[in-house]
Nanobody, 114 residues
Framework: QVELVESGGGLVQPGGSLRLSCAASGIIFSLYTMAWYRQAPGKERELVAKIGSSGYTNYADFVKGRFTISRDNTKRTVYLQMNNLKIGDTAVYYC????????WGQGTQVTVSS
């Protein structure tokens, strides 16, 4: 059974930074593309960034230059370093593994507010 556990969310002021982590179990982590999505109140869930098994990365335009996705296959963990956070980044952030049918974590709240 696949399990994804996110951590690292919280309250931060505009311009601040946070690092999200997602620990995976139940899968051969190194074989899967991992991604971060987010969902703000009243909005659809949207892709933030993804990282392939080879390390290839892809970002949504609204986070390019501010967020960095990375992975540590030895720890079965994917990270999202978020810098220069904006109020519009406020959302629940979800970890995703590209397994058959897709696997999701429970989400971690990120609130950017002064």
């Amino acid at each position: 059974q696949v399990e994804l556990v996110e951590s690292g969310g919280g309250l931060v002021q505009p311009g601040g930074s946070l690092r999200l982590s997602c620990a995976a179990s139940g899968i051969i982590f190194s074989l899967y593309t991992m991604a971060w999505y987010r969902q703000a109140p009243g909005k659809e869930r949207e892709l933030v960034a993804k990282i392939g098994s080879s390390g290839y990365t892809n970002y949504a335009d609204f986070v390019k230059g501010r967020f960095t996705i990375s992975r540590d296959n030895t720890k079965r963990t994917v990270y999202l370093q978020m810098n220069n956070l904006k109020i519009g980044d406020t959302a629940v952030y979800y970890c995703n593994a590209n397994t058959a049918g897709g696997s999701w974590g429970q989400g971690t709240q990120v609130t950017v507010s002064s």
